[in-house]
């Protein structure tokens, strides 16, 4: 039996869709909330992420499954998850904690100095909804965090918020544009696979080391340039070899 744990939120649409379960076949799955999870993990096979569970909020439930000590543990695509004055305050290794060391298989979405080497993008680089073509409609649509944005909207702008529930109609909309604001990670992040100029507005460490830096906004109500140099090469691909490649290797371990 496979375990795999996440955040199934339904009004955060990328928490919702990164667990790998969607798009990769591992036979049997049995998948579940993370947090206060009470899955029997001790000597089974655990998938933990993606999402940006490297936060103190969700360390302890993630040791929680750890030490029960299951047979096979990845982290697949988790991301950091906190503001900066946590870096500044903690003595502690904020980027690598100890508690990563538990598992066999280690995936960070985030591209960061001295940890490249566990660099694994969110799986939902996977989803069929990227292999479509669009139409571009206007030059800018802003996708905002359901509960962090402070965009004040004018008269005419095109804007979507994170809690929609329907992965299809949020790619639909986001490749619409051909310069997205967001202060939203996924929203950065899918827009790039869809080779969009990206402009976000910046609230946490998860935005500081994407592999690919947005242009940074000092306001989500500034009004943004376009700029062609902004815009990832063959990102799609990229991501998705990193997660076939991640793929193959849990794989070996779990038929092992």
Request: aromatic share 14%.
């Amino acid at each position: 039996m496979l375990y795999e744990l996440h955040r199934k939120t339904p009004n955060n649409i990328g928490d919702y869709w990164c667990n790998p379960s969607r798009y990769f076949n591992f036979g049997e799955v049995k998948s579940g909330e993370l947090v206060n999870n009470k899955f029997p993990v001790t000597d089974q096979s655990v998938i933990i992420g993606g999402g940006g569970l490297i936060h103190k909020k969700f360390q302890t439930d993630i040791e929680k499954i750890l030490d029960k000590k299951p047979k096979l543990s990845a982290l697949w695509g988790i991301g950091h998850n906190f503001g900066r004055k946590h870096v500044i305050k903690s003595g502690e290794n904020v980027y690598y904690p100890d508690w990563i060391n538990k598992s066999q298989l280690i995936g960070i979405r985030d591209w960061i100095e001295g940890y490249k080497k566990y660099y694994v993008p969110c799986v939902s680089c996977m989803h069929s909804a990227f292999d479509k073509t669009y139409e571009t409609k206007h030059d800018i649509v802003y996708f905002l965090h359901a509960y962090k944005s402070n965009f004040i909207p004018k008269e005419n702008d095109v804007c979507m918020k994170n809690n929609e529930k329907d992965f299809n109609k949020v790619i639909k909309f986001l490749a619409s544009g051909r310069t997205i604001v967001t202060d939203s990670y996924h929203g950065a992040y899918w827009s790039q696979l869809l080779g969009k100029d990206v402009k976000i507005v910046s609230w946490s460490v998860k935005f500081d080391h994407m592999k690919y830096p947005p242009e940074v906004l000092d306001s989500i109500n500034t009004a943004p340039k376009f700029s062609k140099t902004n815009v990832p090469k063959n990102y799609l691909e990229e991501c998705r070899t990193y997660n076939n490649n991640f793929y193959k290797k849990f794989m070996e371990k779990y038929n092992d």
